[in-house]
């Protein structure tokens, strides 16, 4: 027999609350047949809230018992809960996209995914893409630079010319376009990075966010980090040593 779950979320015209959605996708997916009920208007609302002393909805209720909101009925489920701590998440999905369109464009224009090119477009459009999060927001983003980067802490609009820079080297080095601008603009700010991380990491020992995601993300400064300097650096290199394929 299947068992029975009450579930109380806010559905109104103009509002549909995601939590009470996630609520009944998650009791159905773990095999309950789900009472749903509607909280039409915000007076409902806040007679149901008043009625059973809580704060906030949606509100479970299993067997009679409260289980409570949604993040309440993860942990009833034995499901970790994503406390939004430090992860390297963000930057590995960037690279992840870079590598998947590189290989995906090589494969169109060669025939293979397995290509110089692929690999050179995926350093480019990983670049590209970073310096997109960083743009974002531009104030965000020199906060937190400056709190690491060895230039942009002696002087600060370094932080500000930082993810253009950044952009204007990748869509440059992407379709091989002015390398006397790009190699040059390339080497010079992953060199400046790779050093500051490196130096606050393993000199310094500190344990802090990196600006490489923008100010959105809560990535650790780290060996990650440190691979997109590094990438750049070699990216660099590899084209002034070869400047034609």
Not at 191 to 198: D, N
Request: hydrophobic content about 45%.
């Amino acid at each position: 027999m299947t068992e029975t779950a009450k579930l109380y979320r806010m559905v109104m015209d103009k509002h549909v609350c995601p939590y009470g959605t996630k609520s009944k996708y998650l009791l159905e997916k773990e095999g309950y047949e789900v009472e749903d009920h509607h909280l039409t208007t915000r007076e409902e609302t806040d007679a149901f809230k008043a009625k059973h002393d809580v704060q906030t909805t949606p509100q479970t209720f299993i067997g009679g018992e409260r289980i409570g909101g949604y993040d309440a009925l993860r942990k009833h489920f034995g499901k970790a809960k994503d406390d939004g701590g430090k992860s390297y998440r963000p930057v590995l999905a960037v690279f992840a996209t870079g590598l998947l369109l590189a290989l995906s464009l090589s494969m169109f224009a060669f025939g293979s995914p397995f290509t110089i090119r692929a690999a050179e477009w995926f350093v480019a459009f990983s670049m590209a893409m970073l310096a997109m999060l960083k743009l974002q927001d531009v104030e965000q983003f020199s906060t937190m630079f400056v709190g690491y980067d060895l230039l942009g802490m002696r002087w600060v609009p370094y932080a500000y010319l930082y993810p253009y820079l950044e952009l204007l080297a990748a869509v440059l080095m992407a379709g091989r376009i002015l390398p006397v601008v790009s190699i040059p603009v390339a080497f010079t700010i992953g060199t400046i990075g790779a050093v500051s991380v490196f130096y606050a990491v393993y000199v310094q020992k500190r344990d802090i966010k990196c600006a490489c995601v923008g100010g959105s993300g809560d990535v650790p400064l780290g060996f990650i980090s440190l691979s997109e300097n590094l990438a750049m650096i070699a990216m660099a290199v590899w084209m002034l040593i070869r400047p034609t394929l």
